[in-house]
């Protein structure tokens, strides 16, 4: 089920909402607890029911585990390193099997048939979150509760499919107070207001940059210097208003059921470095891969070059999670080099005046985001041989496009971000009242107007 879809926003999302607090009211807390778990898993499933039983199993496999783990005395960390490995085991299955049948094929002249295998949904996500309760299993960061609150902590819809990734620690906490099995308006009034930002971003925003991002990278043949730009540029934003309002959609509805999640994203696209950048961008996996990829590895704890080495293969493996295929790992071998460079730099004592920091930050990313979407090799040799034509300049854009592309670097640039209205001082003014409606009203037309897309996340 897709947060933009006519299905979720008027039935699923008031039912599951007053259900579950009127299920609290009776004080029937632990069946609210089991209708929300219900409703999550129906949720997932209404995107293809056939994958419900691996997320199922996958649950019972990790909190068996994690409880294990928090219960031994001895053998911790090898109950830790088996559930860790099944996890990625299963992970690898499904996004990585034809990928390494694909290789084992060109290097092996050989002919092994590939599985095919549709990727269920969401797993990336469920897989790294249930990874990183066995972690803090092991270090004694997580308490003893029940599976039926274990399912709740994974299963939660708001962020079930394409993250923020949490802890147990974030959220069990939350689920578990008093207070917020009771309406609270001053929750409902911010979260639907990130609600509705979220949902125009994706619509609005996203799903118009799309059009044209396809038919850069998808459908044109050759592309000359202003269309290659404006096709980067494209999927540039296409991409940052796509995930960041899912985010935003996900920050809002779990506050309407008095949840909080983690911040996700702070204005990426205003970092004046690449280490700023992925402070701002996808917050919690670069949390993620920091806790639980680079320290491991040895982080910077054992000399400039293991730490640049360190550095350089946690992106790679950053890359390789987002898709099974050489143009991601490239993507991410670049932004470790570039982290590698500017940390260098730094130590060189160097500095650069921001609006020139930014400039470079901003075109580099934009030109890494050509490796990202790019489905073969070709596409993005095409789109950045485009965009260096300096023998094939022909304005043919119309003026939309250039208008729309040059309001979206105003958006990013000089608009407050929806974290600013995460604070208990928020109060539905006349003025955002009026923004609520109008972004509302637009997004509802919008979805009527064309077909409800899904989410970019959803792929990784």
């Known amino acids: 089920m897709l947060f933009n879809s006519y299905e979720f926003l008027f039935l699923f999302l008031p039912i599951t909402f007053f259900v579950y607090f009127y299920l609290n009211h009776k004080r029937l807390t632990e069946i609210s607890t089991v209708f929300l778990v219900l409703s999550s898993l129906l949720f997932y499933s209404w995107w293809n029911v056939i994958y419900l039983p691996i997320i199922l199993s996958s649950m019972l496999f990790n909190y068996a585990v994690g409880n294990r783990i928090n219960k031994a005395n001895l053998r911790r960390k090898l109950l830790l390193t088996i559930g860790v490995v099944a996890n990625l085991s299963l992970l690898g299955y499904f996004k990585y099997a034809d990928f390494f049948i ?55 819809f708001p962020q079930l499919i394409a993250g923020p990734i949490v802890h147990h620690k974030e959220m069990m906490p939350q689920f578990a107070k008093a207070k917020n099995k009771v309406k609270n308006y001053q929750n409902i009034a911010i979260g639907l207001f990130i609600f509705s930002i979220g949902l125009f971003k994706k619509v609005v925003i996203a799903d118009t940059f799309s059009v044209w991002a396809t038919a850069g990278f998808d459908v044109a043949t050759t592309l000359n210097l202003f269309e290659a730009w404006a096709t980067s540029l494209s999927y540039t934003f296409q991409l940052y208003f796509d995930f960041s309002g899912y985010t935003d959609m996900a920050i809002g509805l779990a506050l309407l059921f008095n949840i909080k999640l983690p911040i996700n994203f702070n204005s990426p696209y205003k970092a004046t470095n690449i280490q ?8 919690t996996l670069s949390r993620f891969l920091k806790d639980y990829v680079y320290i491991p590895l040895g982080g910077n704890r054992e000399g400039e070059f293991r730490t640049y080495s360190n550095l350089i293969a946690t992106f790679i493996l950053g890359g390789l999670w987002h898709g099974a295929g050489w143009t991601f790992v490239f993507w991410g071998f670049l932004h470790g080099l570039a982290i590698v460079i500017y940390r260098a730099w730094n130590k060189l004592g160097f500095k650069l005046w921001d609006w020139l920091a930014w400039l470079i930050t901003f075109n580099f990313i934009n030109l890494t985001w050509v490796f990202f979407r790019a489905k073969e090799w070709d596409d993005a040799v095409k789109v950045l041989g485009g965009m260096f034509a300096l023998d094939n300049i022909v304005y043919n854009l119309n003026y939309l496009e250039v208008a729309i592309l040059f309001a979206a670097f105003i958006i990013i640039l000089f608009f407050r971000n929806s974290i600013s209205y995460c604070n208990n001082k928020f109060q539905f003014s006349i003025k955002q009242i009026l923004v609520f409606v109008v972004l509302m009203t637009t997004s509802i037309l919008a979805i009527r107007l064309g077909n409800s897309s899904e989410f970019l996340y959803f792929n990784f």
């Open 276 to 283: 700023d950048f992925w402070k701002r961008w996808h917050i």
């Open 102 to 156: 694909e290789n084992i094929n060109i290097l092996s002249a050989s002919n092994i048939p590939t599985l095919d295998l549709v990727l269920p949904l969401a797993i990336s996500f469920f897989t790294f979150q249930q990874i990183a309760y066995l972690v803090d299993s092991y270090k004694q960061e997580t308490e003893e509760y029940s599976f039926l609150n274990y399912a709740l902590f994974v299963t939660f």
